[in-house]
């Protein structure tokens, strides 16, 4: 699989948009940009995904350029429970079976 | 929907123990398991998938005959720590994906996770 980008760390203001970049420069047409986070010692929860389109739900909403190169999670009222570990995966879909190789993530924190 | 539960939670044992930790899909089948493993301040790390009714494939590096792994049904998947010692204290997350050909088929729902303590 590709691999991915994401700067070490960031802070937001609450209530804030926050927006969290991601480079994907060598995805392949058939790889989906996965969206997941880390809240400290919990289970990761899954946010979003997509392949080409903007998608959006109840959690965020997630922008893909064009190209495919790179892509923005974008929270957008942040709230202080939204301090987390944000990872941002490529993935195959493979019915199921494929694996997430989690990388370092993005440390974000909300400001009060 | 698409719950995955651990348990224990939490579980503090003596070296040379072995240590049981379930993973269950509470609202869906899951075709497919994994086992992630988490050192402090360090990312996940998979030891291994699993799929119903056959043997689960090991990441390089995991030993299987000390991480045993059972995915007897579409809900229930256990991983068992054999002889345990202080260095395979970790955060063990277990995670579920409804598999099959359907929209959302592919992610990855995970458990709240197991805090492993070794003495």
């Known amino acids: 699989d590709a691999k991915t980008t994401q700067p070490p760390s960031m802070d937001c203001a609450e209530g804030r948009a926050a927006n969290l970049p991601c480079n994907h420069s060598?995805?392949?047409?058939?790889?989906?940009v996965y969206w997941y986070r880390q809240i400290h010692s919990q289970g990761p929860q899954y946010i979003i995904h997509?392949?080409?389109n903007n998608e959006t739900n109840e959690m965020a909403s997630l922008i893909i350029t064009e190209d495919r190169k790179s892509s923005t999670l974008i929270l957008p009222h942040a709230t202080l429970r939204d301090t987390a570990v944000y990872y941002c995966?490529?993935?195959?879909?493979?019915?199921?079976?494929?694996?997430?190789?989690f990388g370092t993530g993005t440390r974000l924190t909300i400001i009060p | 929907g698409a719950v995955v539960s651990q348990h224990p939670s939490r579980v503090i044992c003596k070296s040379g123990t072995s240590v049981k930790i379930e993973c269950r899909s509470l609202?869906?089948?899951?075709?497919?398991m994994f086992w992630y493993r988490q050192f402090p301040k360090q990312s996940l790390m998979l030891m291994a998938t699993?799929?119903?009714?056959?043997?689960?494939?090991?990441e390089q590096g995991v030993e299987k005959d000390k991480f045993l792994i059972n995915h007897a049904s579409l809900t229930l998947s256990t991983l068992t720590v054999t002889s345990a010692h202080p260095e395979d204290s970790s955060f063990y997350i277990c995670?579920?994906?409804?598999?099959?050909?359907?929209?959302?088929?592919?992610?990855?729902?995970f458990g709240p996770g197991t805090r492993l303590t070794v003495l």
């Open positions: 609202d869906f089948q899951a075709t497919t």
């Open positions: 995670s579920a994906t409804p598999g099959g050909t359907g929209v959302g088929t592919d992610t990855q729902y």
């Open positions: 699993s799929n119903e009714g056959s043997k689960a494939t090991y």
């Open positions: 060598t995805i392949s047409g058939n790889e989906y």
């Open positions: 995966i490529l993935l195959i879909s493979n019915f199921g079976n494929e694996k997430l190789t």
């Open positions: 997509g392949l080409k």
